[in-house]
């Protein structure tokens, strides 16, 4: 557990997110790196990959999330350390789940994986690519 998780929060406050370790970056890009239709982009200030505009995996703090279908989830929760991805505690995101250290220790199996992440994303309705803001012109 990481002491993000463990700190108390306010409702409704959002917690402080600590970087990613640098090594983590560095698999999380080696891992998409022959995924020629992922479109790497931010989420919360971490990596992440989308296929459509959907997103199937993500850094986030110094763990690693996958969006699979529902078969496939219910396959990846029963191996060891498998659990549903919480970006905020009592918060799970539905589709994701966190990748255990096991596995992101195994490229081979982590590859395995995202795989089928990506396969499932691709199924998936094409999301709009999220608007521009606008920034103020400057005086």
Same mark, same amino acid.
């Given at each position: 557990m990481t002491a993000n998780a463990k700190a108390k929060s306010k409702p409704g406050k959002m917690p402080k997110f600590t970087p990613a370790p640098e090594a983590l970056v560095n698999q999380f890009d080696r891992i998409i790196e022959g995924m020629l239709e992922a479109e790497r982009r931010k989420m919360f200030g971490y990596p992440c990959a989308f296929v459509n505009g959907q997103m199937f995996i993500g850094v986030f703090q110094d763990r690693l999330m996958l969006r699979l279908s529902?078969?496939?989830?219910?396959?990846?929760?029963?191996?060891?350390?498998?659990?549903?991805?919480?970006?905020?505690?009592?918060?799970?995101?539905?589709?994701? +789940?966190?990748?255990?250290?096991?596995? +992101?220790?195994?490229?081979?199996?982590?590859?395995?994986? +995202?795989?089928?992440?990506?396969?499932?994303?691709?199924?998936?309705?094409?999301?709009?690519?999220?608007?521009?803001?606008?920034?103020?012109?400057?005086?």
């Open positions: 529902e078969a496939d989830r219910a396959k990846f929760l029963k191996l060891p350390g498998a659990k549903p991805f919480e970006a905020m505690p009592g918060r799970v995101m539905k589709e994701y +789940v966190e990748i255990p250290p096991e596995i +992101v220790a195994s490229e081979a199996k982590l590859k395995q994986w +995202v795989k089928r992440g990506l396969a499932y994303a691709q199924t998936l309705p094409p999301k709009a690519k999220p608007a521009r803001r606008k920034t103020a012109a400057k005086k």
